[in-house]
């Protein structure tokens, strides 16, 4: 068996307010292997984006152990992370490219070969030919897009997707998971993919984690066995139903 | 095409505007026999331009220069106050409220306490101007760099991007907008405040003209003295908005 890409292991992390500590993520405990696309679902506030900033090392955990990389796929802390937020947060004073760009230049990679990646991944999101667009010339969806080859394009061996979709009206948002699932394919990257809709986190998964708030606590880890390559007819197949029941009762809303 | 054509027609109603209201000045004068102390005409306002005593030049020039020197230091300490907030939060959380109490301070009223400290000249005109205009500008800068989201600070953190590299990629241009307008209400500021500067004491300057003209009623003097004040405004406030025009993204401009 391969070793895990990530483990976490009784991981807790409390933030202190005024006087008041208050616990946003206890024990989360969980593997993730090289190339998976795991999706963490839960109600807002249960700690979703705590756990993906304590996994980009931006903040320390206060216990439990946290492991990326393995001696087959090494990780680079400080440049092996890919960062998908659910606004683009595009720079609206670059074009496309540019904004693309930007973790290269963070990381002084050498330019010009930054620069022909940058078109590449562009062309893999379906924005050809906006590479030298402004960022308002762009729906949302190809915004989001431009994001998802800004966090490529340092070519990181873990991305983080926070609720990269959520401000996208239904139907793109249908688009974009089956764009998500064709770049993770070509890509190969391991994702960890936040959301609170439970049909996109079935969807998209190899595996769904399921966390609960009040108090913030780990519910389930849920392996998906759904046939790939994934098509949407698949959400309205028998399993696909018996896994989002499963994960609407481990949030208490049946 | 229809945008630049609506451009266009916005361009030549502007100029028509002014020229109605040099028409409408030229007739009042001219049909409502107005006395000459009260409104002169505009030619008798161009002619005061060739009253040599006037020293017109000098006077322009002294006025220009308070405005710029006061202008500038505005925007040099403005900015690096603002820069420094963002370094430090205690330094911020110190200094802030204690700008904007001090921003509610008339600056009017500081003038003929600066004249004591600074005696008179073009240096105590500048620090008028520059009394007047450094709140605006540092008030939106520091706006500006805090307004930088913070999803994108964690982007770079995540990449340990350098604190210099975040100022220069992200929060700088980010308050690029904000910067240039305070600069526009700065720009406007800095010229009254010389010019109040020079009303309470002046031995040079437009200001200092309008006061020595007035006693002899050559109100064409005062109406060209006003007209040369506008123009070093609109002369600052043109280069701010070019400079604005050349950096800032057309959809980020704030008015
Ligand atoms: N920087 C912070 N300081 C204090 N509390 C925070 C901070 N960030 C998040 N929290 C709190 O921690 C809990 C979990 O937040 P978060 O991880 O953002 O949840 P989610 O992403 O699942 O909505 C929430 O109750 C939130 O209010
Ligand atoms: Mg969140």
């Keep these: 068996m391969t070793e895990s890409f990530i483990h976490l292991a009784g991981v807790s992390k409390a933030y202190r307010r005024g006087g008041e500590t208050h616990l946003a993520i206890s024990d989360a405990t969980f593997d993730v292997m090289p190339g998976e696309l795991v999706s963490l679902v839960g109600p807002s506030g249960c700690g979703k984006s705590t756990l993906l900033k304590v996994l980009a090392g931006l903040h320390p955990q206060d216990s439990g152990e946290v492991r990326i990389g393995s001696s087959t796929h090494a990780f680079d802390p400080a440049r092996d992370v890919g960062m998908v937020f659910q606004a683009p947060l595009l720079l609206k004073w670059r074009r496309i490219l540019q904004n693309v760009l930007l973790p290269a230049e963070i990381l002084g990679l050498p330019m010009a070969e930054a620069r022909e990646r940058g078109r590449a991944l562009l062309r893999l999101v379906g924005l050809e030919g906006s590479e030298d667009k402004y960022p308002y010339e762009l729906s949302g969806g190809m915004q989001q897009r431009a994001a998802i080859a800004r966090a490529l394009v340092h070519d990181p061996k873990l991305v983080l997707m926070d609720e990269p979709f959520g401000a996208l009206d239904a139907l793109t948002r249908e688009k974009m998971n089956l764009e998500l699932l064709r770049i993770w394919k070509e890509s190969g990257k391991t994702i960890l993919f936040v959301t609170h809709g439970i049909s996109e986190a079935v969807f998209l998964g190899t595996r769904v984690i399921v966390m609960t708030a009040g108090p913030a606590r780990m519910a389930d880890n849920i392996p998906i066995e759904l046939p790939r390559p994934r098509t949407l007819d698949m959400k309205t197949h028998e399993m696909f139903g018996e896994y989002t029941r499963r994960i609407y009762r481990l949030l208490g809303m049946e | ?255």
């Design chain 2, 1 to 255: 095409m229809e945008a630049s054509s609506n451009t266009l027609s916005r361009t030549v109603l502007a100029v028509l505007a002014h020229l109605a209201l040099l028409a409408a000045w030229y007739l009042f004068v001219s049909i409502g026999d107005v006395p000459k102390y009260v409104m002169p005409s505009p030619q008798a306002t161009v002619r005061a331009l060739f009253e040599e005593n006037y020293n017109w030049w000098l006077n322009t020039g002294v006025t220009a220069l308070e405005i710029f020197v006061g202008y500038f230091l505005a925007l040099a300490v403005g900015v690096t106050l603002a820069l420094l907030f963002t370094w430090s939060q205690t330094l911020e959380a110190f200094f802030m409220p204690l700008l904007v109490s001090l921003n509610m301070i008339p600056k009017v009223a500081l003038g003929p306490l600066i004249i004591v400290w600074f005696k008179y000249g073009i240096f105590p005109n500048s620090m008028m101007a520059f009394s007047i205009a450094v709140f605006p500008i540092l008030l939106t800068t520091a706006r500006g760099l805090r307004e930088t989201e913070p999803e994108l600070l964690d982007l770079v953190r995540a990449l340990r991007g350098s604190r210099w590299q975040v100022f220069t990629k992200i929060q700088l241009p980010g308050a690029l907008p904000y910067i240039f307008s305070g600069m526009k209400v700065g720009a406007i500021l800095a010229v009254a405040g010389a010019i109040v500067g020079e009303f309470l004491s002046s031995d040079k300057g437009l200001g200092y003209l309008m006061l020595q003209v007035q006693v002899t009623l050559d109100t064409p003097a005062m109406f060209m003295a006003v007209i040369l004040i506008t123009l070093i405004g609109v002369a600052l406030y043109g280069s701010v908005l070019l400079l604005e025009r050349l950096l800032v993204a057309k959809d980020a401009r704030i008015a």
